[in-house]
């Protein structure tokens, strides 16, 4: 059996939870904890170790979704999580602009040392004051190569849509 | 629809260079205690900004020396008798009160200042309301000012570490230049200590270097590349390591048929 792994990771609240919720074909496997520090004016619960989801794509061939935990004094697991990963979906909350230096922080780790292929989900587009992919692309200082997509991480169809077109980038990449 | 924010977790730099970039216009509401500013913003570039209510009326003309009480009321008068479409400039050049020049460089000096001063404010509420436009009667420069040069300005004005740290977190990083930076250098006035620093960027040399090269400080060095940085003329990146380090062709490649099997599996879910 072969398994290839995709890394969701994001800041806290940006919804890693709940996107690989919305696609998993089992119960995620979340260590969810009464967030203890700041996080706690956010959400009374987040995730602090990490998420696991998990889709079979065939017989001999499983894909696990792996979900970073978004405070910083769990960032050395992100090092174990990356390793050997295909590829990397970045969730942004399009609502909190407080959020986009972190998210720059996470990119930054992950894509600096590493030639991953990566997309950026600009996470509820469904709310009203959401800034949009255009404007996230430009608040987080990424080049017109990279994607950043629109995504509500609670729907099954745009969290498809954005694991796809990191597919799309990854095969591009993929050697025949 | 608003872009809502606090300049403390998304910097007055970092939205200008978002409406420079993005060609936005529209109105910047600001406010930080008990002061207020509003900036307005043509397809990227600044045509007005005003830090009291008073200072988006036709009468800062008059208190910048620019008009008299008289000419002013003449100059509304022919404003309303002309119609839509007409610029408060372009009334004032008609009734040659003042030229197009003269008013430029007033209006501008007194834009550019009060944009300076909001560089200083640690934190701030800030709201852009999209395609929100001046009265038609206001004190609009006529010649809008480019976004760069502001944000360098700006940014000269800094003087803490911890701002240029959210971007600049070590000396031990390298510079290098985006994509044609002399071109998009021309809208920006550099110093001669400015230009000494954009001479040594050669995407090898760390901060540290760069600043024992020019016999600069590290902080003076860190400040000046944050304004390049923030005017998108530079990134600046980890020294690449040997140890930790990966480079492209020693990345893990997949097999494209692995890839497609997975395409596969996730459109039919």
Redesign the interface.
């Known amino acids: 059996m072969?398994t290839?792994k995709m890394v969701i990771s994001g800041a806290v609240n940006a919804g890693k939870t709940e996107f690989i919720k919305a696609?998993s074909e089992i119960e995620v496997v979340s260590t969810e904890r009464r967030a203890t520090d700041d996080t706690k004016m956010i959400k009374k619960e987040t995730t602090v170790a990490m998420d696991f989801g998990r889709?079979?794509?065939?017989d001999d061939?499983v894909?696990h979704l792996f979900g970073t935990p978004g405070q910083k004094r769990f960032d050395f697991m992100w090092e174990i999580l990356s390793e050997?990963m295909?590829g990397l979906v970045i969730l942004v909350d399009s609502t909190r602009?407080?959020?986009?230096?972190e998210t720059n922080r996470i990119i930054?780790f992950f894509v600096?040392?590493?030639?991953?292929s990566y997309v950026i989900a600009a996470n509820k587009q469904d709310r009203?004051?959401?800034?949009s992919p255009?404007?996230l692309r430009?608040?987080l200082?990424q080049p017109p190569h990279v994607k950043v997509l629109p995504c509500v991480a609670s729907d099954?169809d745009s969290v498809?849509n954005i694991?796809?077109e990191l597919?799309?980038v990854?095969?591009e990449?993929?050697?025949? | 629809?608003?872009?809502?924010?606090?300049i403390?977790?998304?910097g007055l730099s970092?939205f200008l260079?978002?409406v420079d970039?993005?060609y936005k216009t529209g109105g910047l509401h600001l406010s930080h205690e008990q002061e207020t500013a509003l900036l307005f913003f043509d397809k990227g570039k600044l045509i007005m900004a005003a830090r009291k209510p008073e200072d988006q009326q036709a009468d800062l003309l008059v208190r910048l020396g620019l008009l008299s009480g008289d000419q002013l009321d003449q100059v509304r008068q022919n404003l309303t008798a002309q119609g839509n479409g007409l610029t408060l400039t372009q009334v004032i050049v008609d009734a040659q009160i003042a030229s197009r020049e003269q008013i430029q460089n007033v209006l501008q000096g007194f834009t550019e200042e009060s944009v300076y001063g909001l560089f200083g404010w640690p934190e701030g509420e800030f709201r852009f309301e999209q395609n929100q436009r001046p009265a038609p009667d206001a004190p609009v420069v006529p010649i809008p000012i480019s976004v760069d040069h502001l944000i360098m300005e700006g940014v000269r004005r800094i003087d803490e570490w911890g701002r240029i740290k959210?971007r600049i977190p070590s000396t031990d990083m390298i510079v290098r230049f985006l994509d044609q930076p002399d071109e998009r250098a021309k809208g920006v006035k550099l110093a001669p200590e400015e230009w000494r620093i954009f001479a040594r960027i050669n995407g090898k040399d760390t901060l540290a270097e760069i600043a024992r090269k020019t016999s600069l400080s590290e902080f003076d060095v860190c400040r000046i590349v944050y304004g390049f940085l923030t005017a998108?003329l530079v990134e600046v990146?980890?020294k690449?390591?040997v140890a930790?380090?990966?480079?492209?062709a020693?990345?893990?490649?997949?097999?494209?048929s692995?890839?497609?099997?997975?395409?596969n599996?996730?459109?039919g879910?």
């Open positions: 072969q290839v696609i889709i079979a794509i065939a061939l894909l050997g295909l602009p407080e959020t986009f230096r930054d600096s040392y590493r030639d991953t009203p004051n959401a800034w255009d404007e430009l608040a200082r099954r498809k694991l796809l597919l799309y990854i095969q990449r993929s050697e025949e | 629809m608003a872009l809502v924010g606090n403390r977790d998304f970092d260079y978002l970039r993005g959210d998108g990146r980890k690449p390591s930790v380090g990966r480079s492209a020693d990345a893990p490649r997949v097999k494209k692995l890839v497609n099997r997975i395409i599996r996730i459109k879910m």
